[in-house]
């Protein structure tokens, strides 16, 4: 790189290195152990989708700023993602938001947009227009968020299942499908499925990851002022939102119910990733299967006391799951056993 390439794409289109490893590095945690794995040809696009979502992620949850300042922030960052904004303009809007994250990662994150609009300028047709696809559902679902609960100090309930179903779909699900056209166009013979099938176990796979976000966050979000859980189906059991946190068990076999639809869908994430011919992207991709059940497996063990503690994969475990999968080649049969073992 020349000594003028900072953190962008320099004057020859060359990615930046900065960009997908100490950025990314520092703001993600399983996803990139997971990315580490993939080859160059998709590790660039996905990458790049996963910095520009993190960055509107960080946009919509700056909470010093208020709600209708924030959407329209994201709007402008939405627009300037799918090419209808200057990068100029995007970037002047977003400048407010820098100094306010507590974070320094999230600091040099939304410092870093420029460069990631650079970048998503430079990228081939065909995986730009899928980046901008995705992060379209992304932005909606969060524009959607900031709407339902933009009074922090009531605490406010989706009203359906489907309502919950159509927020995983478009934070997470979407993903699912991203990486899917991105894997069909970028890895030969990607799976010995077909492409439609595979679309919709990536769309269940992604929608379990997020639903797994939802169980694990619950109390933090509830006391936030957010309740993911159907207002029909707490309403059924004779509880408000409102009531959780002090009324946990009457809470729990919906909690429960949610449980095992996640269950199921990370089991549609196993089966997706078994189809995979490539190795290395098997094993990319089933890793946040095998952080996920284990996640759930902690969340079962915690009882009604997850909605008072954080719950988390100790790092030794996820590192153990990575060797075993690195040195069995991310052969069917381990990811099986991993997969099992974690259940417990």
């Not at 909605?307 to 996820?318: D, F, G, M, N, W």
Request: with cysteine; glycine share 6%; aromatic share 6%.
């Amino acid at each position: 790189m020349n000594s003028e390439t900072v953190a962008g794409v320099d004057d020859r289109g060359h990615r930046p290195q900065r960009l997908q490893t100490v950025i990314l590095r520092s703001v993600s945690r399983s996803f990139y152990l997971s990315m580490r794995f993939l080859p160059p040809q998709l590790r660039e696009p996905i990458a790049l989708a996963y910095l520009l979502a993190r960055t509107t992620d960080t946009v919509a949850d700056t909470t010093r700023i208020p709600g209708t300042v924030r959407m329209e922030a994201l709007k402008i960052l939405s627009d300037g993602i799918q090419g209808k904004a200057s990068r100029e303009m995007v970037v002047n809007q977003v400048a407010s938001f820098v100094a306010l994250q507590e974070n320094a990662s999230e600091r040099t994150l939304l410092d870093s947009l420029s460069d990631y609009l650079k970048w998503l300028e430079q990228t081939e047709d065909a995986d730009r227009s899928d980046i901008r696809g995705v992060l379209a559902r992304i932005t909606h679902g969060q524009m959607l968020d900031l709407n339902r609960f933009d009074n922090p100090a009531k605490i406010r309930a989706l009203l359906t299942a489907a309502d919950l179903d159509e927020y995983t779909y478009l934070v997470a699900g979407c993903v699912g499908e991203f990486w899917t056209r991105l894997c069909f166009r970028h890895v030969r013979d990607f799976a010995s499925s077909s492409r439609e099938e595979m679309l919709v176990l990536g769309r269940r796979y992604g929608m379990g990851l997020q639903l797994i976000n939802v169980l694990r966050d619950a109390g933090n979000d509830l006391r936030a002022g957010r309740c993911y859980f159907p207002e029909e189906e707490l309403g059924a059991v004779g509880l408000g939102a409102s009531q959780i946190l002090s009324e946990s068990d009457r809470f729990q076999p919906i909690y429960q119910k949610w449980m095992e639809k996640a269950q199921d869908d990370l089991a549609c994430g196993l089966q997706y990733s078994r189809a995979i011919q490539n190795r290395r992207v098997r094993a990319a991709t089933v890793l946040p299967a095998l952080i996920g059940v284990r996640t759930l497996a902690l969340l079962r063990k915690a009882g009604t006391s997850a909605l008072h503690q954080t719950i988390k994969v100790p790092r030794s475990e996820v590192r153990s799951m990575i060797v075993s999968l690195a040195i069995h080649l991310a052969s069917r049969e381990k990811i099986d056993a991993i997969f099992e073992r974690a259940k417990r």
